[in-house]
């Protein structure tokens, strides 16, 4: 099966109900999850957002995390995956933000990616972010960090549960 498949299948198993939020990924992951039979009814919306008046816009971004953190920061990530989950019935988010190359963007290497996971809990909203480094085209860091975000979901959904039975 592939990592798309997998997560479609996890999400069922676990009544879980995404949106994305995604900058350097483009609609990348939505469109992944998309070619899974089925998937239609675990996928409530995706975030296509490329520009900060768009992340702040319609993510709830801050100004200040983006000026102080840059637009490719975990900061960032997190802010728009929570964001995702404010006006959505989703209750698990991915956001990405990077540079997918072939040059590097304000002192930040070709292929740096952010990603963020937020869950809705019985407690509230639980958010992990990490960042991966991915070499290759700009389409093959594309897939790569789409993949990539898939692939830690249940990982970070896990977490979030353990963290919510303290």
């Given amino acids: 099966m592939s990592i798309a498949g997998d997560t479609i299948q996890y999400l069922r198993e676990h009544s879980l109900l995404l949106t994305t939020a995604e900058s ?19 996928i409530e919306s995706g975030y296509v957002v ?15 995390t983006i000026e102080t953190y840059n637009l490719t920061s975990c900061e960032v990530a997190q802010e728009m995956a929570v964001g ?6 989703a209750n698990v ?21 952010c ?3 937020a869950y809705q809990t019985e407690s509230g ?6 960042e991966h480094r991915f070499t290759g085209s700009r389409c093959q ?21 353990a963290d919510d039975r303290k």
Avoid: M
């Fill in 24 to 42: 350097c990924t483009a609609g990348k992951i939505i469109t992944l999850l998309s070619e899974v039979e089925g998937s239609g009814e675990l």
């Fill in 50 to 64: 490329y520009s900060p008046e768009a992340k702040q816009r319609l993510l709830r971004v801050n100004p200040y």
């Fill in 84 to 89: 995702a989950l404010h006006d959505s019935t």
């Fill in 93 to 113: 988010a991915v956001a990405t933000t990077g540079i997918l190359g072939p040059e590097d963007v304000d002192g930040i290497p070709a292929g740096t990616i």
């Fill in 115 to 117: 990603f963020a996971w």
């Fill in 125 to 130: 909203v639980s958010v992990f972010s990490h």
């Fill in 141 to 161: 860091v594309q897939l790569l960090a789409a993949d990539h975000s898939l692939q830690l979901l249940p990982h970070f959904h896990q977490r979030a549960l």
